[in-house]
């Protein structure tokens, strides 16, 4: 830790940041095929359409494109938080500089205590924590920024990142069912 950050601020810090580096070693694969499982639907939408003529060409194209602009949003936003906890030490120093930033440095620094609470049973708590540290103000986001690490865990960047993965999955029955109804259609020959 540097010196910038005080005893207390720092252990919080060094707590959020297991926390962090754990999740996100645990919800790696999930979200790798959650990156995954659409592509295949996006691909068949995308030769049906390419191979269509008219309006359904020109429909299908931007569909396929839309699903796929989702995809790799969200492909590159894990791509972020992963490296975001390569180094747990780098992500505790920044967390802590985080706090240290903010002119409420006791109340973030409770935000972050909340978000780095013991045992499973007090996930809403975190959650809860995590969410208070949405009100903080405008100078203290822009200067949130220049932490590389510390940046993917605090708004504006966390609500993106919910954000991107409800869409990541509301994606994947999005794109069964587009793609299906694009090979029904091709096969009907009605595209």
């Not at 978000?115 to 809860?128: M, N, Q, Y």
């Amino acid at each position: 830790m540097t010196s910038r950050i005080d005893t207390s601020t720092g252990q919080a810090a060094e707590r959020a940041a297991q926390l962090l580096v754990v999740a996100v070693r645990v919800l790696r694969i999930p979200t790798a095929i959650l990156v995954a499982v659409p592509l295949p639907f996006i691909a068949v939408t995308a030769i049906v359409a390419g191979a269509s003529d008219g309006v359904f060409r020109i429909v299908g194209l931007v569909v396929a494109v839309a699903m796929a602009a989702v995809s790799a949003a969200f492909a590159w936003r894990r791509r972020q938080v992963v490296a975001a906890v390569d180094d747990p030490v780098a992500l505790a120093t920044e967390l802590g500089i985080m706090v240290e930033m903010s002119d409420r440095a006791d109340e973030t620094r409770g935000i972050l205590q909340q978000i780095a609470g013991g045992g499973g049973s007090r996930v809403f708590s975190r959650l809860r924590g995590a969410w208070r540290g949405v009100t903080m103000p405008a100078r203290w986001i822009e200067g949130v920024e220049d932490l590389r690490r510390a940046r993917n865990f605090a708004p504006p960047r966390i609500g993106w990142s919910i954000s991107l993965t409800i869409a990541a999955l509301w994606l994947v029955p999005i794109s069964m069912v587009v793609a299906l109804f694009a090979l029904v259609g091709a096969l009907a020959g009605s595209l």
